[in-house]
């Protein structure tokens, strides 16, 4: 049984260009949400995908989008990189039982993105 | 004010010492509340979910105080292995029933010998 798998692993953009992060759900799980990581911080919640939509995004901008497709795996996308944006972007995913909580959340290991 | 609020350490502790963490949470409709482990360089493990009750997986004990909206991490006899960052994390339920994940900064233990 496959956990959460990401990729690609590590890369290294410049300044003003696009990235496209890539995120596949543990097997049965339908909800894939995505997490900056920032070196020395704890990670930050930029936005969840249900059923193909986004459900509730953080606090970042619009630069930052995504999208879900049928098989529930999941793309990050991020316009115009800033030096800022260097960070762990870390997928993890979960199955959605209404009004429950205590989901377990799986991470996967991460792509480690380095914006020069 | 941070909806999560750790110290980040580090804590170096000697090998078998008693270690605690505590973390504080600003919203209290939060739901379910946890413990992350995190190497370095890599992804956040679930060490353990947290109670009000309280509750223990062998060396590790969690408690859980919502009327001052207080978590706590106490590792007995701690071991080298267990050096690593531990994440205070509070979930909470969003639009249609999904859930995010608030997580601290993170608190870093280091145990030597």
């Known amino acids: 049984d496959a956990g959460v798998t990401q990729s690609p692993t590590h890369l290294i953009k410049t300044r003003g260009q696009q990235v496209t992060l890539r995120c596949s759900p543990k097997s049965g799980h339908d909800t894939v949400s995505w997490y900056q990581q920032a070196l020395g911080q704890g990670p930050q919640f930029i936005f969840q995908?249900?059923?193909?939509?986004?459900?509730q995004r953080g606090n970042f901008p619009d630069r930052f989008s995504g999208h879900q497709f049928p098989n529930y795996s999941s793309e990050l996308n991020v316009n115009a990189l800033l030096l800022g944006d260097s960070a762990l972007y870390l997928c993890a995913s979960s199955l959605i039982v209404a009004g429950n909580s205590g989901n377990t959340i799986y991470f996967g290991e991460g792509s480690w993105l380095t914006v020069v | 004010r941070k909806e999560v609020e750790q110290d980040p350490g580090p804590f170096n502790v000697p090998e078998g010492a008693t270690v605690a963490f505590n973390c504080t949470y600003s919203?209290?409709?939060?739901?379910?509340f946890f413990w992350y482990r995190q190497d370095c360089r890599k992804e956040p493990k679930l060490l353990m979910s947290v109670y009000s009750s309280g509750n223990e997986d062998g060396r590790f004990t969690a408690q859980l105080n919502r009327a001052s909206q207080y978590i706590s991490l106490l590792i007995r006899d701690s071991k080298l292995s267990d050096s690593a960052t531990y994440l205070c994390?509070?979930?909470?339920?969003?639009?249609?029933?999904?859930?995010?994940?608030?997580f601290g900064t993170g608190t870093q233990l280091k145990v030597e010998l």
């Open positions: 919203n209290s409709a939060s739901q379910s």
């Open positions: 995908y249900y059923e193909e939509e986004e459900r």
């Open positions: 994390v509070v979930n909470s339920l969003i639009t249609g029933g999904g859930n995010k994940l608030t």
